[in-house]
Each structure stands twice: as structure tokens, then as C-alpha cells.
Nanobody
Framework: QVQLVESGGGLVQAGGSLRLSCAAS????????MVWYRQAPGKQRESVAR???????NYADFVKGRFTISRDNAKNTVYLQMNSLKPDDTAVYYC?????????WGQGTQVTVSS
């Protein structure tokens, strides 16, 4: 059974930083791409950053230069380092593991950025 558990969310002032973690179990983590998504109230879920199994990364334009995605395959964990946070970054952040046939989701972690 695949499980993804996010942690690291919280309340931070604008300009501050947070690091989200997502620990995976029940699957060969290193074989798959991992993606961080977010969903703000009243808005659709959107992709934030993606890291391929081999390491290449992609970012949404609105986080480029501020967020960094990384992975530690030995710990079955993907991270999202978020710097220079803005109130617009307030959302529930989800990690997702992408296989050829299915995407697995974590439960989400709330990030709130105060102005």
C-alpha cells in the first residue's frame, strides 16, 4: 500500500522560509517522478515543482528562483524548500508520486503566509 506523508507546513511571515517534506512508503520511490502541488481556497490545484526519478527538475513560473525541489532516495523523501514566501503562496501543499498508471497523493500540509 502506497503512502505519502507530508510535513513541515505552518504559519510564516512574508519573506520567510519553510521546508516541506514528503515521506513515501510501499513503493520503489527512486523509480518515479515526484511532484508538489498546491491548492488555495477557491482555486484549482496547480503544479508547483517536479523532480524526475533521475533528478531533473521543473518549476512553475510563479515559484522559479524561490522554491527548490529535491529528493533523497535513501530516505524515500522529497523536499520542497520555499524561500521568499508571499501571501499568495498560502495553500494546502500536496506531494504526488507519478507512475505510468496512477498518481498517488499525500494528505496535504497547510502553508499560511501572513503579510
Amino acid at each position: 500500500q502506497v503512502q505519502l506523508v507530508e510535513s513541515g507546513g505552518g504559519l510564516v511571515q512574508a519573506g520567510g522560509s519553510l521546508r516541506l517534506s514528503c515521506a513515501a512508503s510501499g513503493i520503489s520511490f527512486s523509480s518515479y517522478a515526484m511532484v508538489w502541488y498546491r491548492q488555495a481556497p477557491g482555486k484549482q490545484r496547480e503544479s508547483v515543482a517536479r523532480i524526475a526519478s533521475s533528478g531533473p527538475t521543473n518549476y512553475a513560473d510563479f515559484v522559479k528562483g524561490r522554491f527548490t525541489i529535491s529528493r533523497d532516495n535513501a530516505k524515500n523523501t522529497v523536499y520542497l524548500q520555499m524561500n521568499s514566501l508571499k501571501p499568495d503562496d498560502t495553500a494546502v501543499y500536496y506531494c504526488a508520486l507519478q507512475t505510468m498508471f496512477k498518481t498517488y497523493w499525500g494528505q496535504g500540509t497547510q502553508v499560511t503566509v501572513s503579510s
